[in-house]
């Protein structure tokens, strides 16, 4: 993109990492053929370039994972907390030990900058194990009673957009509660849960403790249907966050969804606007806008208005767009072809609809899934791009006159998973935050994350908190 400066091309090396032409599925401690024979391909989004072929699971390999983590389970959670924290211990200095070739890893298999995987992902990756670590001895001082047991078995699915962090986010408190996983990555982003899964071998993790099932929905399904499961943990799209909820309807399993979001960050007229600015950039271009707790409404007073759209744009022309390893690159590639449809489809319906359309003057790479950051102005709460998750770069900037207005337009979503608040009133802050229905509201600042800090929402958001101590009720029978 247009920039004051020449940057020089700055790559990060794809010798540190070492990616094998195939994988099997990890169950019970070793990699497997799947049992019907099936694999897949995993392509980098920047490149189209297919970089393993993946073992594709089915119900019976989901069997045999479940039976596996059944068999390990007696073993497991009848270890002393603090011998399970060693463990939890150990896998985390690994992942700062290879946290070089997992960024790596991560970008080429998801498409998001280097910068990204290598300063936000895997430091919060590894803080999460260090976090929950410190928990497993602690069990009976989380306010959740004295001795709480753990359920038994988890069931977990993650999504593509943060593959490594979510899947911290899912294992570590099931570990170290004293449940095992049996845990099933998005289709399109499987190796970094491989990587884990060699991780675990090299931690001396016992056998079973930990499963890795690559493949499809069918694949996920089988797993949240499987009778063997007491805990389903699933991260991903309001609508098979709806059809999980049916499948497990009169059952006693127990469930977390943490689902899709429609953020609103909020600037008043006396928020400092270079500092907005760069707010409203890390809460809907990081990640290329692939982000469940993403910003994608900008609520922006009315006085103000001009100036910050002004900034903004003038902000958006100076982010660089291009190969992910390169350290310079602020926009990586849109994780497939499949995502990049659905972003192109709906930023057509914005246009159909009559909203502005103005998208960042930049050159999109010949191969690879691109998008170029955008944002709708003239946007109402009846426009598509308003209401709708669109999980790309893309903004939509409504405006309001009242803080009550700011709210109403806030809630006006079937969503409800984050909200930024924009303003030098720390009273401000306090009394609209109050009044927000989001699971997450940050001030001043937007996609701030800590292990120790509670992450869920309401509404079609979701139900159930991960992260800190509200984290482990999830895996505990309280």
Known sequence: MASAFDYAPAPESRSVVDIAPSYGLFIDGEFTEAAEGKVFKTVSPSTEEVLSEVAQAGAEDVDRAVKAARRA?????????????????????????????????????????????????????????????????????????????????????????????????????????????????????????????????????????????????????????????????????????????RQIAGTDKKATLELGGKGANIVFDDAPVDQAVEGIVTGIFFNQGQVCCAGSRLLVQESVHDEVLHALKRRLSTLRLGDPLDKNTDIGAINSAEQLARISALVETGEAEGAERWSAPCELPSSGYWFAPTLFTGVTQAHTVARDEIFGPVLSVLTFRTPDEAVAKANNSQYGLSAGIWTEKGSRILAVANKLRAGVIWANTFNKFDPTSPFGGYKESGFGREGGRHGLEAYLDV
């Not at 790596?104 to 194990?129: S, W, Y």
């Not at 260090?130 to 977990?156: E, T």
């Not at 499987?190 to 931690?203: E, T, V």
């Open 73 to 245: 389970f007696e073993k497991w959670s009848a270890l002393p907390g603090s011998e399970r924290a060693k463990y939890l211990f150990r896998i985390a200095r690994i992942i700062q030990e290879r946290s070089r070739e997992l960024a790596v890893l991560e970008t080429l298999d998801n498409g998001k900058p280097i910068k990204e995987t290598r300063d936000a992902d895997l430091p919060l990756v590894a803080a999460h194990f260090f976090y929950y670590a410190g928990w497993a001895d602690k069990l009976d001082h989380a306010g959740y009673g004295a001795n709480p047991r753990p359920l038994g078995v988890a069931g977990q699915i993650i999504p593509w957009n943060f593959p490594l962090l979510m899947l911290a986010w899912k294992i570590a408190p099931a570990l170290a509660t004293g449940n095992t996983v049996v845990l099933k990555p998005a289709e399109t982003t499987p190796l970094s849960a491989l990587f884990f899964a060699d991780i675990c071998r090299q931690a001396g993790l016992p056998k079973g403790v930990v499963n890795i099932l690559t493949g499809y929905g069918d694949a996920g399904s089988a797993l949240v249907e499987h009778p063997d499961v007491n805990k389903v943990a699933f991260t991903g799209s309001t609508a098979v966050g709806k059809a999980i909820a």
